[in-house]
Every structure is written in structure tokens, then in C-alpha cells.
């Protein structure tokens, strides 16, 4: 049987319409930086080109060597700009900057981790060299489920940055994170579905 680890972590599901609050786990993920809009960027299209190979070898090699198979998780980012307003009113997208980033099972090891890059390097991936493997701990999140285009998040963050954060006595402690549980090629703009979270320290 495969695992789905959107399944089994917590934070991988949300309520569409409803913010709530979720303690998150250090995780390990696959992760490239890069800047720039990211419908236009090169930078990201080399990123999402070189991170996908390598998280298949990494699936292909737990599936062989550890008789653990398990589904490849949707694409994350972490976003940021020096005027977050950039993502909530502005939307300027040329000063955004992101870090795109994969889910890594927590039974796979560094070992295992360098095997896979050297297999994905034989097709030459872009940017392969500029992948890393880190940890992420992000704690206690506000996080909500976005239904429809990218561009119509503004308000929701708006609410989310603005409202409900500061009312709990919280601020925003880390880095805008974006989990994409749809496939913008397979999915209209009205129906995708993102998880939007902003990590969160007490004041």
C-alpha cells in the first residue's frame, strides 16, 4: 500500500472558508530559492524541473530499497517580499520572492537523499545542484483552504494577516506558505484548491 502523507500530517488539510489554527511538526523537505513571478520566472520553471525528477528517484529508490512506497505530495512554496502588501493589495509579483519546496518522508535518510540526486542527475535537471534538503519547523499556524484562481487570495490573506491574527493576540512569525493540492494543468482556475498558512508567535 501506498502512503499519503497529506493524509496522515494534519496540516495538509483545512476548511474552505474557516481559519484555524494548527501546530505543526518539523518537517523535512526538498527545497530551491528563487525570485521573481513565478508565471513568467525561468528561475521557477527550472526549479519545478529539477525537484520533481529528484522526488520520483526518491520515491522509486524507498519503494525498492525499503519496500516503502508512498505518493510524491503536492508542491509548496514559501513566499515573501519586502512589503508583504505585495501579496495582499499590490499582487506585484516581480518582487516576490520563493521558495519552492517537496515533502520528504520522515523514513528516508540523508543517504538516501544523495543516492536519489545522483540518479536524477543522468537527465541533467536544470538546477538540480541548487536543491537542498532542510528541515522546516514552523509550530503553531493560522491556515485556511483557498478555493479558485491564485490571484483572488489577496483578501482571504488580507483577513487572515490584518484580522484574525492580531485578534488572537498572535503575530506573524514566518514566511507566507502556499500548499497546492491541485494540478493547475489538469484544474480550472475556479476549482484549485490551496492551503494558505502564516506561521504565528504570541505577542
Known amino acids: 500500500m501506498k502512503t499519503d502523507l497529506k493524509k496522515e500530517i494534519a496540516g495538509y488539510t483545512a476548511r474552505h472558508g474557516q481559519l484555524a489554527m494548527v501546530e505543526m511538526p518539523p518537517l523535512r523537505y526538498l527545497m530551491i530559492d528563487g525570485s521573481g513571478d513565478p508565471n513568467t520566472s525561468r528561475a521557477y ?12 528517484k526518491l520515491k522509486f529508490l524507498s519503494k525498492r530499497e525499503l519496500d516503502r512506497d508512498y505518493v510524491v505530495p503536492p508542491l509548496e512554496a514559501l513566499w515573501w517580499a519586502d512589503d508583504m502588501s505585495s501579496f495582499t493589495a ?7 520572492h520563493w521558495t519552492a519546496m517537496l515533502l520528504v518522508p520522515d523514513w528516508l535518510k540523508d543517504e538516501h537523499v544523495e543516492i536519489a540526486r545522483s540518479q536524477a ?6 538546477a538540480l545542484t541548487h536543491v537542498r534538503l532542510e528541515t522546516l519547523a514552523e509550530g503553531l499556524c493560522v491556515q485556511t483552504l483557498h478555493i479558485g484562481p491564485y490571484d483572488d487570495e489577496g483578501p482571504v490573506l488580507q483577513t487572515m494577516h490584518e484580522t484574525f ?6 503575530r506573524m512569525s514566518g514566511k507566507h506558505h502556499e500548499i497546492y493540492l491541485s494540478d493547475v494543468r489538469r484544474t480550472t482556475p475556479e476549482k484549485l484548491r490551496t492551503i494558505l498558512r502564516q506561521p504565528v508567535e504570541r505577542t
Open 45 to 56: 520553471a527550472d526549479a519545478l524541473a529539477s525537484l520533481y525528477p529528484f522526488a520520483y
Open 90 to 96: 499590490l499582487r506585484d509579483k516581480s518582487r516576490w
Open 121 to 126: 542527475a543522468a537527465a541533467d535537471p536544470p
Open 165 to 170: 491574527i492580531p485578534e488572537r493576540g498572535l
